[in-house]
């Protein structure tokens, strides 16, 4: 009766330890998706800012960029694709868009002296430069938070609990092929004066 006895209080000492563990992976994977929500809701805050400033610099750049319609159709059409985008890589697509949009519409304004003194124009355009900043560090977190959760739920065994519960990896933010090209550089040619 004492084995018996025994071994019963290992089963059920073996079942709670095994229960433990299952509630404590099921609580670390709900923290990681979490905190790639949380990540993705920073980004998601200072975009807002971002695209609230699109409509000034369009309306700036509109008395001086007759011809560049095309332009500012695409930064008006990036931001609006954003806000009708439903899934993180919805919004991430149309941000890709947008920062090209951005870019480019930026490159044109150096062809345009007088739009590049507007007061106006430079302080979206540092605001701007300022939230750029502010998303690239957010993506970043957004990345790392999902790499943690990727590599949890990858890893044996939570491999086996994430599978069985429905927890699937989630995609990295990247940067867009346009992004990725190099720069060109051109630098004036200037002599050099001794001291």
């Known amino acids: 009766m004492n084995t018996t006895l025994i071994i019963g209080s290992l089963i059920i ?11 404590g992976v099921y609580n670390v994977l709900v923290r990681l998706a979490n905190n790639i929500d949380k990540a993705w809701s ?24 007759t011809h560049e319609r095309e332009t ?18 919805d919004k991430a697509e149309a941000e890709n868009q947008i920062v090209g949009a951005l870019g480019k519409l930026f490159a044109v304004a150096e062809q345009y002296p007088d739009l590049k003194a507007n007061q106006e124009f430079l302080a979206i355009q540092q605001r701007i430069s300022a939230l750029e900043n502010t998303i690239a560090d957010r993506r970043e977190f957004y990345n790392d938070s999902v790499n943690l959760y990727n590599i949890s739920i990858q890893q044996i065994p939570t491999l086996w609990v994430a599978q069985e519960i429905g927890f699937t990896a989630r995609p990295l933010l990247t940067v867009a092929p346009s992004e990725r090209k190099d720069a060109k ?8 004066i001794a001291a």
């Open 42 to 65: 920073n980004i998601d805050v200072i975009l807002k800012q971002r695209h609230d400033e699109l409509p000034k610099l369009v309306e700036v750049c509109n008395s001086y960029m």
């Open 185 to 192: 550089l051109a630098f004036a040619n200037r002599t050099r």
């Open 72 to 89: 500012l159709e695409s930064v008006t059409n990036a931001r609006t694709a954003y806000s009708t985008g439903l899934k993180i890589d």
């Open 13 to 23: 000492i073996g079942l709670i330890a095994l229960v433990a563990y299952l509630v």
